[in-house]
């Protein structure tokens, strides 16, 4: 007698696809595969294969198009669109035919869903790129996509001199607004353009190129009087300062608007920098309960010790909670192998009351270029595993036994996948102060 396999609802494959699609570690090439297997599945698959948008050349426009003209339906999986740098200069790939932009105006008539932006998606090297440069058709469909009622999240990179109208005609349902060197007209402020109702931001990123709009956006009111941005919300400030902050006063404004702030991210080019805009802040800001600390292998003189030691010492040590990010932590795991044992330092500094007294969480996350320093024989993840968790017990050995402070710490290493040698593999190993692991194994292609 022939036996049939059992059927599974469809509500257990949807969150089947749904879990191998989370955020916290996607796994899109096995939501791809799943959509291959029958009609069924494959509504499930699209609206995480679809939900973000890359168009960083013409080609890349007109492969959509004709998806979508296929399958009109893709455009309610829209939910996040970049645009690239190359497909807004004037003199570069952009100076395509009329029929090409037609065809974006189309599908961003058709993104009725769509809840984040990115405008401009950069390439190495990029300069900045003015307003009055890009191609007219390609202004209005920008300033389209900035202003799209549904918008929840909005990034704009190295543009110079946007029209003040563009931003002031942004959705009141806008929270996230991230700023990279950017610069705003305002000569002409359309003040008939303004929101109903201000614009409640919950999340506010810049580096210290977008002072100047930020004073712009704080002193845009009402003819009542009332602020159309509206920071007093605003829950999470991440600041870059790649060179001296010489606004200071903009930054302060920021800083006595935004009063309500429970993280405070700092990212800079060196420790120097770093520290400077920690002391800026400490100077004229209570310190939120959550510091976010992010370091790059790019840094100059100075190590990561010395900043701990240094912002410990400044009113940023007043926070509870402190999330360390090292990207490139190859340079990092160099200085963890040698004499200077900078694990082992930066485990007492943070389990120092003297230096950290207020702090009840650490989570400690490193990008990791130095993969065979963790990778036993071969590609055994298991192996992998074991050898990074003695590896943080070893190096962080108060932290990960303190019974005052919950202690998370991941490392994120490159690997070599057998197979497709287009394969990238990235390997995620976690341990917290309860020695509580999780071990994330994920096969992504390259963007």
Known sequence: MEICPPTLPLEIIALIVDILASDGVPD??????????????????????FAS??????SDCLELFDALAGSPDIAMCVRHLELGESFVEYDGEARADPVTFAHLSQMIDAFTVLESVEVLQLQEGSTKIYWENIRPEMQNLITRLIRAPTLKSLTLRKLGAIPW?????????LRHL????VTIDNNDEHTELVPANPIRLERYSINEKSLVATNALLEATYPSGAPIFHFGDLKHLRIYSKRI???????YKLLAAADQLSTLELEGDSVRMLLRTSILISARQKVPRQVVLCFSDIFGPGTMVDALLALGGNALGAAEELV??????????????NCTRTGERIDGLLT???????????KLIMHATAWNRLRSDGDNPEGAETLSQSYIRTHFPALSSSESISFNCAINVPGYASGPAHAIRTTTFTLDSGFTSAFHLSDDEPH
């Open 352 to 362: 120092d009351k003297g230096v950290w007294p207020h702090l009840k969480a650490v």
């Open 324 to 337: 360390i990010y090292v990207n490139g932590w190859g340079w990092a795991l160099g200085e963890l192998d």
């Open 245 to 251: 902050i010489t606004h200071e006063d903009f930054l």
């Open 53 to 58: 948008i890359s168009l960083v050349f013409m």
């Open 178 to 181: 991230h700023l990279h060197s």
């Open 165 to 173: 109208a563009c931003l002031i005609g942004l959705s009141d349902k």
């Open 28 to 49: 899109l090439q096995s939501v791809k595969s799943c959509a291959l297997t029958c009609k069924s599945v494959l509504p499930f698959c699209r609206r995480h294969i």
